[in-house]
């Protein structure tokens, strides 16, 4: 079966032939199916941002393919904004993009982009707007007049009214209080779980990638690092810390306690160590 | 695609030009666009043409680059050669309906066309060698006696250094915020010229807004490092004359001086 979404060796490369000359992306092959949450990790300047706006269209490779559903994206580049409906993009600091007159309003510009009917837009809307949850009283209102969570949201309801088979998302949750955080992170998941989409979630937040993705990608200095299940990437420490990478806290703890010699797995989350450690308490931990 | 625009587009680099003072650098390259627009025969023009040649060679910069800003304006060149090829006195050497084109003609197109080029040519090598703080910084310089006559011209070079700053900043803005309009399904590469002009609101907005912003916090960071204008400030680079500025300036004269004696000595084309 083809993958949703595949890329064979591509390189990207800014500024040809001129003292900044830049390798962003170099040679790069992976493939992503329906219904994956692909967390993507890595330094500042590792190439990740250069490689997802690679997979909606935004940069045209030096060379190589980007292959949706099997077919080269660049085979026709009139037709690259069907491409980019398909592959929806969250860039970083989405508030940004805001510019209407009404949160509904600015919510629609994508859906009404794809030449949809007025009654499919806003109700596309609508639903965006539940699924990240923002009450309807706040949609009549000028998008800045919001809070910085509510702008967040908003502009991330304005991707998922297009509703693309693949979301990706570039740090959705940098300078958001740990509550804003939190909403955002559940709405994500449970965006993910009900629709069956396709998510790509780039992240500095280790913590954040091991709660929510499946399959973790790694890069480093334009290649891909590593490309697996989350235990299986997060089980290997020191590679990562290597290129300047952490495992999240409570995968560092329970590595320390199996070393030690305690019968503990690689642990992703804070209730998966707990889980593990109560049993190990004496009388099970029931006079906690 | 915003960054294709050379605007005073650094070049870094450690060539003679690049290590000259840049008060120097801002008069010589006004003199030999006065120079260049003095001379008024064959002989004056081939030889600034053999300067500004030898310019751009010492220079360092991919001659590529060069020929990137002349092609911005070949279209005015053209324009301008084009419409000066009809509009000679004297003897018709061609002629049809009411356009007629004489030897003075001929001579006044390449002159226009040599004049416009050398200007911009001048001007790239000026701006391709030195960084835009530095030329502001000369310009400060050169303009200081006018604030004897009460003109501010600290803060118009502060006005300047803060704008030439901010235009990286808000390109890159500009690119981002495209890009995530393009994300979006926004459409700017097609259509008449009406629906391009309102494929513009969705980028423009934002980049107001943001701009709006960044005046302010630039305004109170500057405020709380106790900034209060031109009065009393020093300098942290304080720039020197040095041999090879001596050197240079000779040039500029002795250029000044070639110039005018081709000036006296042969007869006047244009």
């Known amino acids: ?66 292959l949706l559903n099997g077919r080269d994206i660049w085979e026709n580049p009139k037709k690259i904004r069907a491409v980019r409906f398909k592959v929806g993009m969250v860039f970083q600091y989405p508030e940004d993009q805001l510019f209407e007159e009404t949160v509904l309003k600015d919510i629609m510009f994508g859906p009404r982009n794809m030449g949809l009917p007025d009654e499919e837009i806003e109700r596309r809307a609508r639903d965006a707007a539940h699924f990240v949850g923002l009450p309807d ?30 979301l990706i998302l570039d740090e959705p949750a940098a300078g958001l209080d740990p509550a804003g955080r939190d909403v955002l992170l559940s709405s994500i998941t449970s965006y993910h779980r009900t629709r069956g989409n396709t998510v790509l979630f780039v992240s500095h937040s280790m913590e954040d990638v091991a709660r929510v993705a499946d399959r973790v990608l790694v890069m480093n200095d334009a290649h891909v ?29 329970m590595s320390i306690l199996k070393d030690e010699g305690y019968p503990v797995e690689t642990t992703l989350t804070l209730e998966e160590a707990v889980a593990q450690l109560l049993p190990l308490l004496p009388k099970g931990g029931d006079d906690l | 695609m915003t960054r294709d625009i050379a605007l005073g587009q650094y070049f870094p680099g450690k060539s003679v030009i690049h290590r000259l003072d840049p008060r120097l650098k801002l008069i010589l390259t006004v003199a030999f666009i006065v120079y260049i627009f003095v001379v008024h025969n064959f002989w004056g023009l081939g030889f600034l043409i053999l300067c500004t040649a030898a310019m751009l060679l010492t220079s360092g910069v991919p001659v590529r680059l060069y020929f990137k800003s002349i092609k911005g304006i070949l279209f005015i060149v053209l324009f301008t050669a084009v419409l000066n090829l009809f509009y000679g006195s004297g003897e018709p050497l061609w002629q049809w309906g009411f356009l ?82 393009k994300a979006r399904g926004a459409d700017m590469e097609s259509g008449g010229l009406m629906q391009r002009i309102k494929a513009l609101v969705p980028v423009l907005i934002p980049l107001f807004v943001s701009s709006f912003r960044r005046a302010y916090d630039l305004a109170m960071a500057m405020e709380c490092r106790c900034y209060h204008g031109g009065e009393g400030r020093t300098k942290m680079k304080v720039l020197h004359l040095t041999r090879l500025d001596a050197g240079a300036a000779l040039a500029g004269i002795a250029a000044l001086v070639v110039v005018i004696l081709c000036n006296v000595f042969f007869a006047r084309v244009f």
Do not use: W
């Not at chain 2, 901010?166 to 500009?174: I, Q, W």
């Open chain 1, 1 to 66: 079966m083809t993958p949703l979404l595949e890329t064979k060796n591509v390189t990207c490369v800014y500024s040809p032939h001129t003292p900044f000359e830049k390798r962003a992306v170099d040679s790069v092959s992976i493939k992503i199916e329906k219904g994956d949450f692909i967390g993507v990790i890595g330094h500042t300047g590792s190439g990740k941002s250069t490689l997802i706006q690679m997979l909606n269209g935004l940069i045209r490779p030096t060379s190589g393919q980007v």
């Open chain 1, 137 to 166: 009283e706040l949609l009549e209102r000028s998008p800045f007049e919001l809070s910085g969570g509510e702008k967040r949201r908003a502009a991330i309801a304005g991707v998922i009214a297009m509703d693309p088979d693949v």
């Open chain 1, 225 to 253: 690092e590593m490309f697996g299940t989350t235990k299986e990437v997060f089980s290997q420490a020191g590679r990562l810390s290597q290129i300047g990478l952490q495992v999240p806290q409570i995968t560092q703890i």
């Open chain 2, 100 to 181: 007629t084109i004489t030897q003075q003609g001929i001579f006044n197109a390449i002159f226009i066309a040599v004049r416009i080029a050398g200007l911009v040519l001048f001007s790239s090598v000026l701006t391709f060698t030195t960084s835009p703080t530095d030329l502001t910084d000369a310009m400060e310089r050169l303009l200081k006696p006018l604030s004897k006559l009460h003109v501010k011209v600290h803060e118009i070079a502060m006005m300047m250094t803060i704008a030439l700053r901010f235009v990286p900043t808000l390109l890159e803005e500009t690119d981002k915020i495209m890009a995530a309009q």
